[in-house]
């Protein structure tokens, strides 16, 4: 399978509805965000539980390592989930 073929079918976080459930596959943030997220416990193979969004759609809101964290989308767009 090509490698752009696999690409489309991973999904991100920010992709998410309320109440699914995924597993982090990788994050592809740079820098200060990429320190930021594994501070907080997005590391690969953590699960993941999508709790909420705002009306507008930013900042989601999820669960992981036991607790809920806030992201804006952007963020959360950074965050590769596994294929179910």
């Given at each position: 399978?090509?490698?752009?073929?696999?690409r489309k079918k991973c999904r991100m976080l920010?992709?998410?509805?309320?109440?699914?459930?995924?597993?982090?596959?990788?994050?592809?943030?740079?820098?200060?965000?990429?320190?930021?997220?594994?501070?907080?416990?997005?590391?690969?193979?953590?699960?993941?539980?999508?709790?909420?969004?705002?009306?507008?759609?930013?900042?989601?809101?999820?669960?992981?390592?036991g607790y809920n964290v806030t992201l804006r989308?952007?963020?959360?767009?950074?965050?590769?989930?596994?294929?179910?």
């Amino acid at each position: 399978m090509p490698k752009q073929e696999r690409r489309k079918k991973c999904r991100m976080l920010g992709d998410c509805t309320p109440g699914q459930q995924a597993t982090i596959r990788c994050h592809h943030a740079v820098g200060a965000i990429r320190q930021r997220l594994l501070d907080l416990g997005f590391v690969p193979g953590a699960k993941i539980d999508m709790v909420r969004s705002a009306p507008l759609g930013d900042p989601v809101q999820c669960k992981v390592s036991g607790y809920n964290v806030t992201l804006r989308r952007s963020e959360a767009n950074l965050i590769e989930l596994e294929n179910e």
